[in-house]
Structures are given as structure tokens and as C-alpha cells.
């Protein structure tokens, strides 16, 4: 194989009570991105579309964790990486976690596949410190395993894959504000409570074994967050409005999409999921900020191969 093109899925991170755990993948916005071997050592981006991206590897989150695995491997060629960006940075929805795992995992399929999933997401980890400053994979994991996937540890890197029911959506709304992931992480408390870590643990407990189990009422109850939605929540314009309607509308919950300023809301059936939808879109049509909407299932496959040569 000589060229790769591939779509590399966006992601909800957090999921409400799992912060810098838990996420899982979408199936209607990603990001494609086409990588082929070339002659000359090295890793070279030449061509991007969708965003103002810098071209050098070691500045692009691509590019780093493209480095990052090449830099591990013993091979008298290189790879060009050709990126056509359909995920803005800074949405929330995963936009660098796409770049970085695409470019290590279409590296991965020319070489003949001599890196697992997990070591893929070690490589990937470090273009994702290029965009939020620190090392985490609940974006990264998702786009790579597929589904939802918890993180249990980065080190050393464990990601355990989640079932989760057949008949749950995913509708998303992006406020066209950026809100930098490192940015966010700041307003974050160093400190909680002892109760609300009680109360934060349980819920990611109970969430998980909703999903195992396909309990949608154990699901709707545990997708709440004490410890990291009241401090963000101030950083997203109309978030308090956005969520109250999506519950009316019939989701089973609502939350920030990693950083924000996206804000996603799971549903039982593609009908309460655009239901959903239409409450979000009512909410922000009567602000004065331009947004887009997804509504997706569960993509419980991951990045995907478009054409290979």
C-alpha cells in the first residue's frame, strides 16, 4: 500500500461525569485526510484545507504525532500528509484528537499494522499536548477504538472499549465561539469537595453499567456533572437555556462537549435525538451567534478507511 485516505471522526469527550475519561464517537462530522510514502525521509505536510493550519510537522498536531511514531519506527522513506479539515479547532467535538490519530493510523496501515490500537493512541497523545497543553486521550481513544471507551489510565496507557444500546443518538450543537482547551482548563478548580467526588464517581460508575446493560433510565441518571459543568458553563453563551430545553425536548441529558463551546445531549431514537435538535436550534436561532448542529448515532467503528492504493 502507497496512499491512504481515511475519515477520522469527531468525538464528545467527558460525557458529563467522566472528565479526561470517558468519551465516545460520532459518525456525522469528521475530518479526511490523506497520507502516501514518499522517497524523502521525514514527515511533511503538504496540503490542508477547511483551516488556517501551519504546514510544519513539528507545529501541527498531525505532524507531531506523526513524528512521534516515525520517530519509532526504521524505515528509508517518509510520508506526506495531506489534511482537509472539516472540524473547526476549538469546537469541542474533538477537532485535534481527528488530526493526530489519523495521521498515526494511516501511517500504521502502509506499514502493515505493526502498532496496536493502544500504541497508536500513545503516539497520538503527544500532538494532542501540542493543542490542550497536557497529555489525555478521551478524545483520542473514541476516534481509535470506536464507540464509547473509557481511559483507565495514560500511564501506563489503558483503554477499556464500552457497549453502549443500539438506539442512542447524539445531537450536538457548536456555537461558532472558539474556547481553547487549555484555556478551559484553567477556570477548573485544583480542589473538590469530598461529596461531590462521591457524588462524581458514582455517576460515571452507574453510567458506565447503564451502558453495558442498555438502561436508558440508569443512563439519564447518571449523566450529571458537579465538578467540572459549573465553572465551564460560564465560558458558553446560552448554555443553561440550551439545556433546559434539550430535557424538555426529551433528552436523556445534556452537557459540555469537552471544553466547550460545543454542547451535546444523548437521546433514546433518532426521532427524540431530533427533537432534541430543533430545541437547540430554537434556543440560538434568537441570539445573535451563527452555530451548527449534528445529529449522529453512535459510531461504533472509529476511523475508517476511505480508499487505499
Known amino acids: 500500500m502507497e496512499e491512504i485516505k481515511i475519515f477520522s471522526p469527531a468525538t464528545v469527550a467527558n460525557v458529563a461525569c467522566g472528565f479526561d475519561v470517558l468519551g465516545?464517537?460520532?459518525?456525522?462530522?469528521?475530518?479526511?485526510?490523506?497520507?502516501?510514502?514518499?522517497?524523502?525521509?521525514?514527515?511533511?505536510?503538504?496540503?490542508?484545507?477547511?483551516?488556517?493550519?501551519?504546514?510544519?510537522a513539528e507545529k501541527n498536531v498531525a505532524g507531531v504525532s506523526a513524528?512521534?511514531?516515525?520517530?519509532?519506527?526504521?524505515?528509508?522513506?517518509?510520508?506526506?500528509?495531506?489534511?482537509?479539515?472539516?472540524?473547526?479547532?476549538?469546537?469541542?467535538?474533538?477537532?485535534?484528537?481527528?488530526?493526530?490519530?489519523?495521521s498515526v493510523f494511516c501511517m500504521n496501515e502502509i506499514l502493515g499494522r505493526p502498532f496496536n490500537k493502544t500504541q497508536l493512541t500513545e503516539f497520538a497523545i503527544k500532538g494532542e499536548a501540542l493543542a490542550s497543553k497536557c497529555e489525555h486521550a478521551d478524545n483520542l481513544a473514541p476516534a481509535l477504538f470506536g464507540g464509547f471507551t473509557l481511559v483507565k489510565s495514560v500511564a501506563p496507557l489503558n483503554i477499556l472499549k464500552i457497549p453502549s444500546p443500539d438506539d442512542l443518538f447524539a445531537s450536538?450543537?457548536?456555537?461558532?465561539?472558539?474556547?481553547?482547551?487549555?484555556?478551559?482548563?484553567?477556570?477548573?478548580?485544583?480542589?473538590?469537595?469530598?461529596?461531590?467526588?462521591?457524588?462524581?464517581?458514582?455517576?460515571?460508575?452507574?453510567?458506565?453499567h447503564g451502558l453495558h446493560t442498555s438502561n436508558y433510565d440508569v443512563i439519564k441518571d447518571s449523566?450529571?456533572?458537579?465538578?467540572?459543568?459549573?465553572?465551564?458553563?460560564?465560558?458558553?453563551?446560552?448554555?443553561?437555556?440550551?439545556?433546559?430545553?434539550?430535557?424538555?425536548?426529551g433528552a436523556l441529558g445534556?452537557?459540555?462537549?469537552?471544553?466547550?463551546?460545543?454542547?451535546?445531549?444523548?437521546s433514546k431514537s433518532i426521532e427524540t435525538a431530533k427533537s432534541v435538535a430543533d430545541a437547540m436550534n430554537k434556543v440560538y436561532t434568537a441570539t445573535e451567534y451563527n452555530f451548527d448542529i449534528h445529529i449522529?448515532?453512535?459510531?461504533?467503528?472509529?476511523?475508517?478507511?476511505?480508499?487505499?492504493?
Open 254 to 266: 445534556a452537557c459540555i462537549s469537552g471544553s466547550g463551546p460545543s454542547i451535546f445531549a444523548l
Open 24 to 56: 465516545f464517537c460520532l459518525d456525522s462530522v469528521g475530518d479526511e485526510m490523506v497520507i502516501r510514502k514518499t522517497p524523502k525521509k521525514g514527515i511533511f505536510i503538504t496540503h490542508i484545507e477547511g483551516f488556517n493550519l501551519p504546514y510544519e
Open 67 to 102: 513524528l512521534a511514531m516515525y520517530n519509532a519506527i526504521d524505515v528509508d522513506f517518509g510520508f506526506e500528509i495531506e489534511i482537509y479539515k472539516c472540524i473547526k479547532p476549538g469546537s469541542g467535538i474533538g477537532s485535534s484528537a481527528a488530526s493526530a490519530v489519523g
Open 172 to 208: 450536538i450543537i457548536h456555537p461558532q465561539i472558539e474556547i481553547k482547551t487549555a484555556d478551559a482548563r484553567a477556570v477548573l478548580p485544583k480542589e473538590v469537595s469530598l461529596t461531590d467526588a462521591i457524588t462524581q464517581w458514582s455517576n460515571l460508575g452507574s453510567l458506565v
Open 223 to 249: 449523566l450529571h456533572d458537579v465538578i467540572v459543568e459549573p465553572h465551564r458553563s460560564n465560558l458558553i453563551p446560552h448554555y443553561q437555556s440550551v439545556k433546559s430545553e434539550v430535557l424538555m425536548a
Open 296 to 309: 449522529s448515532k453512535i459510531n461504533t467503528e472509529g476511523i475508517k478507511i476511505i480508499e487505499q492504493h
